[in-house]
């Protein structure tokens, strides 16, 4: 175990800086914590802007990240690796931080040392990668979506269905649920809601293959009102 003494000083102002507490970042066996600050800035660059701080909070979103982390396995330069790992589905009303957690514990397990290669889309736009068009083959882009290792897929269920959208929907589902590929969901719908859009076939293995965190609250993208 790493003492929190070495992260005491310009790793850790940076880190508190970005809001992250320099002990959490302490506690796993990574040698080098100058590894998972350059692993935070790459990050940075393909974050969006709105998301480049956030911070999990949610008790059960920092749980599903330890939970990932614990079950990295070692890659080459002994830094562990993501594997094999339960999904997370966030469901919740507008505004509730469901993009945020998922990127704050995107940035957590970077922060906590764990070594992976990440992609993020909106239900919305993996639908239009795969929308036929003219001289553009985005089925290259699914499979690179399908065989990452970590996956945020933001809104599911957003938007209208069709066979279309269902097929591409049911194929990523299916192939990260057989391979068992730690995959962040986000979803504006309820249980019922998202059965009913997604049919019975992806809904269950979503059950199956997810930890479920409802957010609640309100939007926080309203001001307060007033008391
Ligand atoms: N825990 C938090 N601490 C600080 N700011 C937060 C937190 N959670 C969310 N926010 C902020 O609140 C706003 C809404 O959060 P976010 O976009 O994650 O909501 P959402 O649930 O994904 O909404 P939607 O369903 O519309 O996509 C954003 O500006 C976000 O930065
Ligand atoms: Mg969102």
């Known amino acids: 175990m790493i003492d929190p003494q070495p992260l005491g000083g310009a790793i850790a102002r940076i880190l508190r800086r970005r809001g992250l507490d320099p002990a959490a970042v302490a506690r796993t066996e990574i040698p080098e914590p100058q590894l998972r600050l350059q692993a935070l800035d790459a990050a940075a660059a393909r974050i969006p802007a709105r998301y480049q701080d956030a911070l999990a909070d949610h008790p059960e979103v920092i749980a599903w990240a330890d939970e990932v982390r614990r ?15 339960t999904s997370l589905l966030l469901a919740g009303p507008t505004g509730t931080g469901k993009t945020h957690q998922a990127y704050g514990a995107l940035r957590l397990l970077l922060a906590d040392g764990v070594r992976l290669r990440w992609r993020a ?10 929308r036929p068009r ?30 279309f959208t269902e097929e591409v929907t049911w194929r990523l589902i299916n192939h990260r649920y057989n391979e068992q590929l730690p995959t962040m969901l986000t979803t504006n719908l309820a249980t019922a809601q998202l059965r009913e859009v997604l049919g019975e076939r992806v809904s269950s293995r979503l059950r199956e293959m997810s930890r479920h965190v409802r957010l609640t609250g309100p939007d926080r993208r309203r001001p307060p009102t007033a008391a």
């Open 71 to 85: 079950a990295a396995r070692p890659g080459p330069g002994g830094q562990p690796g993501i594997a094999k790992a």
């Open 121 to 130: 889309t909106t239900s919305a736009d993996l639908h239009a990668l795969l």
């Open 134 to 163: 003219p001289g553009h083959d985005g089925e290259r882009d699914f499979q690179e979506l399908l065989r990452v290792p970590l996956l945020l897929v933001d809104d599911l269920g957003a938007g209208k269905s069709s066979e």
